[in-house]
């Protein structure tokens, strides 16, 4: 994956648009669209302390989801990127989508808190790398920097 392109187009996504709804929903599709191998690629809000979904692309999702419950929940409290190579070991795991095997969270702050998540699941074990991470977490930094709530 050549994160350098992912970013510039996301760039130029957020540029045309930087409201967060269009912005969310141009941003799942295009991550949707350029990793190969994800059954769900999108983002869940911080609302009234619980994580509503957002914008998206794949089946389905959980609609609310507490802070501190499941991958989501706990990339919230620990504010922190969760990379799990296996969901089924991880502590609480909430299954959205049974199809799901590995998932990647990656908090997005405004304005000194968190204020959303990207969520991004794979039907394949061990689907996400530390090279995923910092690749993702670089767009979620664009997106911190332009995005308008």
Known sequence: M?????TEQAKEILEAEPW???AMSNLSALLMTSMDRLNW??????????????PFQGKPACIHIPVGKGVCGTAVLRDETQ???DVHLFPGHIACD???????????HHDG????????????KNRFSAEDADGLTALVRLMEEKILW
Not at 98 to 108: C, L, W, Y
Not at 113 to 124: G, N, Q, R, T, Y
Request: no cysteine.
């Open 98 to 108: 049974g199809e799901s095997e590995s998932e990647i969270v990656i908090p997005i």
């Open 113 to 124: 808190k968190i204020a959303a998540v990207l969520d991004m699941d794979s039907p394949v």
């Open 83 to 85: 990379l799990v190579p």
């Open 2 to 6: 050549d994160y350098g392109i992912l």
């Open 41 to 54: 690629a999108g983002f869940y809000l911080v609302r009234d302390n619980r994580l509503v979904v957002g």
């Open 20 to 22: 967060y709804a269009a």
